[in-house]
């Protein structure tokens, strides 16, 4: 299994509250994704980096930002937290190579009350 | 902008065949899909580069057509073990922006 681990797994918050949720792999993989997965909406990218300290916006970016400082951690901040951002979020690695797969770690379920 | 699946839902028996296809507005570079199980992560299946070269697992086949941006995955004699959701991925150039699409929910019952 591709190491690939995100904290927490499970978070409760209230709203307006700052959150960060982290993903580390220990691949050395080049790309790093945050995904959100809602009922009805499958997944959807938040952000990726295509390196340390390079990173772009995916289709659902509004509320989010997002900070890769090593390799290895890619962290997925949450500013202000709202109940619309109640999800479970997916964090992948891939790696170098148009045909390489992502392989996705075990996700965060985060409530906002 | 995510890709468009089709069916969102499918039931079938043991043994059965199944179709669940992929499209995009927008002109592919690659197509990927993975299966992913209540309450676990998504699982990689398989990738589809234009051009024609394909990677994934021996039992699963699917098609990529470049010019209509469609793909399609072939799920034949089905076990239960291939109940779960399916999602494609696809890329519109080599940026690696990797977008999913909804997810086709699939039952295989006995």
């Known amino acids: 299994d591709a190491g690939i681990t995100q904290s927490p797994r499970h978070k409760v918050t209230e709203t307006g509250t700052p959150v960060t949720l982290r993903c580390h792999q220990t691949?050395?993989?080049?790309?790093m994704y945050w995904y959100r997965q809602d009922p009805g909406h499958g997944l959807r990218l938040i952000h990726y980096?295509?390196?340390?300290?390079?990173?772009d916006k995916g289709e659902v970016s509004d509320g989010y930002s997002v900070s890769r400082s090593k390799t290895e951690d890619f962290l997925l901040t949450l500013e202000s937290a709202t109940s619309s951002q109640t999800s479970v979020y997916f964090c992948a690695i891939r790696g170098l190579g148009m045909n390489t797969e992502a392989f996705f770690g075990q996700g965060t379920r985060l409530t906002v009350v | 902008q995510q890709p468009v699946q089709s069916p969102q839902a499918v039931i079938l028996r043991e043994g059965e065949d199944a179709v669940i296809n992929c499209s995009s507005s927008?002109?592919?570079?690659?197509v990927h899909w993975y299966r992913q199980k209540h309450g676990e992560a998504p699982v990689f299946l398989m990738i589809l580069l234009k051009g024609g070269e394909q990677k994934g697992h021996e039992k699963i086949s699917a098609s990529f057509n470049e010019k209509k941006q469609q793909s399609s995955l072939y799920l034949t004699a089905s076990q239960l073990s291939y109940s779960g959701t399916y999602f494609c991925?696809?890329?519109?150039?080599?940026?690696?922006?990797?977008?999913f699409g909804k997810g086709t929910l699939l039952t295989v019952n006995p």
């Open positions: 980096s295509y390196g340390v300290k390079d990173t």
């Open positions: 991925g696809t890329e519109g150039g080599s940026n690696y922006k990797l977008t």
């Open positions: 691949e050395n993989h080049r790309y």
């Open positions: 927008k002109a592919l570079y690659s």
